[in-house]
Nanobody, 127 residues
Framework: QLEFVESGGGSVQPGGSLRLSCSAS????????IGWFRQVPGKEREEISC????????NYANSVKGRFTISRDPHKNTAYLQMNNLNTDDTGVYYC????????????????????WGQGTQVTVSS
């Protein structure tokens, strides 16, 4: 299973920005679609964005659409999440993971089969 190391978290005020990074901590011959997730205490881990293996297509949860931008290196299992106009609801631990299954339905990317989780990176938005 491909594991990732996330970084870039921190504490910001509402309206601020952060850029998260994640890189595979082990070698893989394949390049996978990568998803970013957020988890807050007491709630299930939520998928907030996923990007295809070559980076040409991505999706976003409604809660972050228009504020977050996912990107990646198409040659490596490395991905980024640019987060702008952060609000207190964005507070949580952010994880990334490789998608084992990808579907393209009506031009929409659907990622699934996330099996391995790293330590995550904490994002705190408060005034």
């Amino acid at each position: 299973q491909l594991e990732f190391v996330e970084s870039g978290g921190g504490s910001v005020q509402p309206g601020g920005s952060l850029r998260l990074s994640c890189s595979a901590s082990s070698y893989s011959e394949g390049v996978f679609a990568i998803g970013w997730f957020r988890q807050v205490p007491g709630k299930e881990r939520e998928e907030i964005s996923c990007i295809s293996d070559q980076g040409g297509i991505s999706n976003y949860a409604n809660s972050v659409k228009g504020r977050f931008t996912i990107s990646r290196d198409p040659h490596k299992n490395t991905a980024y999440l640019q987060m702008n106009n952060l609000n207190t609801d964005d507070t949580g631990v952010y994880y990334c993971s490789a998608a084992q299954f990808v579907q393209y339905i009506g031009g929409t990317l659907k990622c699934s089969g996330f099996e391995s989780w790293g330590q995550g990176t904490q994002v705190t938005v408060s005034s």
